[in-house]
Each structure stands twice: as structure tokens, then as C-alpha cells.
């Protein structure tokens, strides 16, 4: 299997602009994870979701922040406009049974808005 | 969420000595405890884990420890080597939220 794979790997924005992460999961794992890490905040949890339903996302800043799974196996995560105050490494995780069992995390994108 | 705390948030080593690395949790009913391992440029991968019926496991050189009376699980890395220097997590059990995570240093 080739794991969680994230596109695009670095992403470099103009402040105000739009930006679309997107996010492959393992086939066959039900619950898709979109966490993003920073220096002072280490590694959030945004939001998760469980065959393909937003079950929590308590953990997404703003309303500039949205996330789609419209199908088992894509899902994206939006930030519409972005703030420079949104660069950080924006990781996608999978797994097959959610809490009690391991996360699969991709590579991560790493996002600056300037 | 469930309330993780992990200490310490640096931790510097010699090769060959060991590294021990806590976590402690609030929700007695836990029952699953992984640890992850971060290297640059990557995303956390899973070292090892332990389920609440037992209260130690081993891989080689790395181990886990639970103590559910005093709510808290350990990581122990024995004869550390520099590739194990990386940023190593717990997360909070049954829940998908991580602790701050630790930043383990080994020396040559």
C-alpha cells in the first residue's frame, strides 16, 4: 500500500488567496483525520471523519476553514482567504477503526501564506 | 477531548544510555496507548502501543509501560543510537488528540 498521500507537498500563498490541501487515505480505513502542526500549538486535531462523515470538527479555527470527504477516498481541506497566521505543516492521518486504533499520517503539506 | 500531559518536552542523551519519556491521562477508561515517532520532514508514525490488559510490552529496544492506577504510560528506549533522535508523541487514549509532545536528543 503506499500510505496516506498529501498533495501538494509545500505551498506558498499570497495572503487573501485561496488554498485547497487534499488528502488520499489508506484503502479500506474508515476515519480520516486532518491535523495541523506548529511550533507553538505542536499538533492539533481540525477535524475527523468517519465513513465519510464530518463527526468533529470542533478543532477548525474559523469559518474560513472547511473540510470535504465526498468520497472513501479523497478528501480536502479549504482555507478561504488564507492569513499568514495559517502557515503550518497541515497533515492527513487514517485508520481503520478510529481512537483505539493506530493513525496512519501522510507526509503533510507545508503551507506559508505571506 | 481526553486531557493528555507529556514531559519531558526535551530530552538530551549519550548514545547508549536510555530515554524514558511519560505521558499521563484523565479518562480511567481508557484502554488503547500508542506512541509515535516524528523524524523531520515527516509525518508521525507509529512506534508502539499497548492495550490495557497488559501493562508492558517490548519491541527490541523500545518499550511501553502502563500504570492505569497512577493513569500514566511510559515510553523506554534502551542503548539509544543517534537515529532515534526525532520528536516522539504520546496520544491521548481511545481519542485522537496528542500530547506536546518530546524532543530526544542522542549525542555520539
Known amino acids: 500500500d503506499a500510505g496516506v498521500i498529501q498533495s501538494p507537498r509545500h505551498e506558498v500563498t499570497e495572503m487573501g488567496q485561496e488554498v485547497t490541501l487534499r488528502c488520499k487515505p489508506i484503502s479500506g480505513h474508515d476515519y480520516l483525520f486532518w491535523y495541523r502542526q506548529t511550533m507553538m500549538r505542536g499538533l492539533e486535531l481540525l477535524i475527523y471523519?468517519?465513513?465519510?462523515?464530518?463527526?468533529?470538527d470542533s478543532g477548525m479555527p474559523e469559518d474560513r476553514f472547511s473540510a470535504k470527504m465526498p468520497n472513501a477516498s479523497f478528501s480536502t481541506l479549504k482555507i478561504q482567504p488564507s492569513e499568514p497566521r495559517d502557515s503550518a505543516v497541515y497533515f492527513c492521518?487514517?485508520?481503520?477503526?478510529?481512537?483505539?486504533?493506530?493513525?496512519?499520517f501522510g507526509n503533510g503539506t507545508r503551507l506559508t501564506v505571506t | 477531548g481526553e486531557n493528555v500531559e507529556q514531559h519531558p518536552s526535551t530530552l538530551s542523551v549519550q548514545e547508549g544510555d536510555s530515554a524514558v519519556i511519560k505521558c499521563t491521562y484523565s479518562d480511567s477508561a481508557s484502554n488503547y496507548f500508542p506512541w509515535y515517532k516524528q523524524e523531520l520532514g515527516k509525518g508521525p508514525q507509529l512506534i508502539i502501543d499497548i492495550r490495557s490488559n497488559v501493562g508492558e510490552k517490548k519491541d527490541q529496544r523500545i518499550a511501553v509501560t502502563l500504570n492505569k492506577t497512577a493513569k500514566h504510560f511510559s515510553l523506554h528506549i534502551t542503548e539509544t543510537q543517534p537515529e532515534d533522535s526525532a520528536v516522539y508523541f504520546c496520544a491521548a487514549p481511545n481519542d485522537m488528540r496528542f500530547g506536546a509532545g518530546t524532543r530526544l536528543t542522542v549525542k555520539p
Open positions: 492521518a487514517s485508520s481503520p477503526t478510529g481512537g483505539g486504533s493506530p493513525l496512519h
Open positions: 471523519f468517519n465513513n465519510n462523515v464530518p463527526i468533529d
